[in-house]
């Protein structure tokens, strides 16, 4: 296959113009102008970009346990809808992922059940118990790209630094959820302006904030990888800034619902604005895309997090936290983050796809010749946001009917389309 034409935009290799790309047998052959056609198959790709799969460092794909909300074949076709070639399920899963076992199961299932690739990731802890470490290096060596607890933090620190120590000697990241549990009491809502309109229990950004301190200075003192996961307060951008200048072995994310909406859009009781980290205020919102714009946040990831409708129809007190967000990132992203003038689409192009990918240790994220045809051609049309047509299963989602720019046409993993 050819790709004729479209803007070609690949950072691991500095392209950013309009050229053709060339692959065979699933890898990159070739990134070149006027390329001979020799009898391959040709799409015109004139007036879309380009540009490695999509890398999400970050979802919740629900199987096993929790398959009223997703699976497998619903969730890794919502990824490839938007653009990703490989996502990063988490191990809250029921059970939890938390074995080199349960890693080998789901790669094994992920070979006929998945239209991306998995890059899975181990719990910290057995059961997410937060009292006996999983056996990391077994997990790694069955393929866990990362760690984490996902959903909370481990909150014994003697463990978790232990934890840190034992994966900074084989190489494994932590993925980190920043969050106090003792700090939460009972909060369902950013505490701030939507809290005190509703009369809603309210989470801090000290919540979030304690534990990224914490966590930041043991990846000083051990060594490990530690990777921030979903962060939404102006003070963990400062923070992630102060341990990257101090040297520390640390990345972050950022996910577009934290960068495109705050608290003070929240219309009412509605559930579907409900998640954890909650939307913040607007300062932090600002202080978010500041970040951005500066190269703070190595990474753009989702936290895709769905749920039934009846779940997210029992409002905010009693329905779960989670909104998804694979087949809206690239457009909210595009539209705030590039519409918006905080970067250009290189960076964006970076951010997710590039950058997750080196934090994972993933071969994708790059148009490299002989790197995996792992491909999506996307456009800067606008749009309009339906939840009806989510691939996933979850419909929850803040967003539905915002007009938007940036829409995904085509995705292609090791050369075959998915989407």
Known sequence: MILRNGHVIDPANGIDRITDVAFAEGVITAVADNLPADGERELDCR???VVPGFVDLHVHLRDPGQTAKE?????????AAGGYTA???MPNTSPATDSAEKIAT???????ECSVKLLPITAVTLGQEGRELADLAAAKEAGAVA????GKSVMDITLYREALRKAASIGLPMFAHCEDKNLVAGGVINSGMASEKLG???????????????????????GCHVHLCHCSTAFSARLLKEAKDAGYPVSGEVCPHHFAMCDDEIPGDDANYKMNPPLRSRADMEA????????????ISTDHAPHTAEEKSRGFVKAPFGIVG?????????TTLVKGGYIDMPTLVKMMSLNPSRIAGHTGGTLSVGAPADIAIVTGEECRIDARYFRSMGKNTPFDGRRVYGKVLATYIDGTRVY
Do not use: H, N, Q, W
């Open 71 to 79: 699976t497998l074949t619903t969730g890794t076709a919502a990824a």
């Open 326 to 334: 694979s087949e809206t990132a690239f457009a909210l992203s595009y």
């Open 87 to 89: 996502v990063a399920p």
């Open 106 to 112: 789901l790669l094994k299932r992920s070979e006929s």
């Open 147 to 150: 760690m984490s607890e996902d």
């Open 200 to 222: 809603l229990p309210g989470i801090t950004d000290a919540v979030e904030d304690v534990i990224t301190a914490r966590d930041l200075i043991l990846a000083g003192e051990t």
């Open 47 to 49: 007036g879309a970009y």
């Open 288 to 299: 978010l895309l500041e970040a951005i714009r500066d190269g703070i946040f190595d990474c």
